[in-house]
């Protein structure tokens, strides 16, 4: 297989967990659901560090990013709150939940076509990858966060993602990207699974694109050189006519 495939394969793998993911929340499986999207997260991290690595950077693995994000962290996350957070409000629920990945979507469309233009330290708004991940992980406190506040909160996330307030993206310090939330989840679960002693099938997966997530981090980046060509004076010698 080709290097120029394997960004792609993993920001395929990151659409393909957005949409199992939709698939378990339909069956009521909240915990795998969350899962699935924070396995999302990880991969939508490796696919630009990987092609950058591998030197295979390109505009058509930019444009599938954002269809696969919109997925997994757009429609995904919005899915979860009508499933848990609005659930008993009927389509007023369904209304407040469908506003996050509009958000989402016209963030991602506007970052298409401004990412070329603007410094790569800084984004404009919240990524939506940040913001779906915050809402999956706030999701599995469903029961102890009251509607009102995660409303005021998922809603604050969407209009986030579409302000024009510039955030730093730290891509030059040495740490993982969104590595804390995913920290945060992979502990939190951790400590669900030893309480109830059940296992959700993808924990294990989660782990280990967790370690992968870690160590590729860790590769030094290619950068793009271009050639430099070195212009010669033609060496011609020009003498000075004497006037007459």
Do not use: H, W
């Amino acid at each position: 297989m080709s290097k120029r495939y394997i960004p792609n394969a993993l920001t395929f793998g990151n659409l393909f967990c957005g949409f199992l993911s939709l698939g378990y929340i339909i069956n009521q499986d909240i915990r795998n659901a969350t899962i699935l999207i924070f396995i999302a997260m990880m991969l939508d991290a490796l696919d630009g560090r990987a092609a950058r690595i591998l030197g295979v950077s390109n505009d058509f693995g930019k444009e599938l990013d954002s269809l696969a994000d919109i997925v997994s962290f757009g429609i995904a996350p919005a899915f979860l709150a009508i499933y848990t957070y609005f659930v008993d409000y009927g389509m007023a629920g369904m209304v407040i939940a469908g506003v996050f990945p509009l958000f989402g979507a016209y963030r991602l469309a506007r970052f298409n076509l401004t990412s070329t233009n603007e410094p790569s330290k800084y984004f404009r708004g919240i990524p939506i990858t940040f913001a779906g991940g915050l809402v999956a992980f706030l999701v599995l406190f469903y029961k102890v966060i009251p509607v009102p506040i995660f409303a005021v909160i998922y809603f604050v996330l969407g209009i986030l993602m579409a302000s024009s307030f510039k955030i730093p993206s730290f891509k030059d310090i040495p740490l993982p990207k969104y590595s804390f939330l995913v920290t945060i989840f992979l502990l939190y679960m951790t400590y669900l699974i030893t309480k109830s002693k059940n296992v959700p099938i993808f924990f294990y997966v989660a782990l280990g694109t967790y370690i992968l997530f870690i160590l590729l981090r860790f590769v030094k980046e290619k950068e793009i050189k271009f050639p430099k060509r070195r212009f010669k004076l033609p060496n011609r010698k020009f003498r000075l006519r004497k006037r007459k």
